[in-house]
Nanobody, 118 residues
């Protein structure tokens, strides 16, 4: 079983940066694909970025060029560096994990709030 804990959220001015962390328990974290998702008030949860167990990554168009996802398997942690933040990036950010051979994300963290002021 993998448990995920997000951190690094906060209040930042537009144009600023934040680095979110997703710390995982479990000895087999290196075999998991990890994704970041976000949900703004009264909106659907949306995909932000993902990094596979092999290190391949994909970004949503809304954050492409402004964000970078990385992982440190020795620390069981995935990071999401977000730059040039915009007020529309305001949301609760969740990380999720799925084993390399699964399609659905079946482990989710509790989320961390990111608020970008204009």
């Amino acid at each position: 079983q993998v448990q995920l804990v997000e951190s690094g959220g906060g209040l930042v001015q537009a144009g600023g940066s934040l680095r979110l962390s997703c710390a995982a328990s479990g000895r087999t974290f290196g075999s998991y694909t990890v994704g970041w998702f976000r949900q703004a008030p009264e909106k659907e949860r949306e995909f932000v970025a993902t990094i596979s167990w092999r290190g391949d990554f994909v970004y949503a168009d809304s954050v492409k060029g402004r964000s970078s996802i990385s992982r440190d398997n020795a620390k069981n942690t995935v990071y999401l560096q977000m730059n040039s933040l915009k007020p529309e990036d305001t949301a609760v950010y969740f990380c999720a994990a799925r084993r390399y051979d699964r399609v659905e994300y079946d482990h989710w963290g509790q989320g961390t709030q990111v608020t970008v002021s204009s």
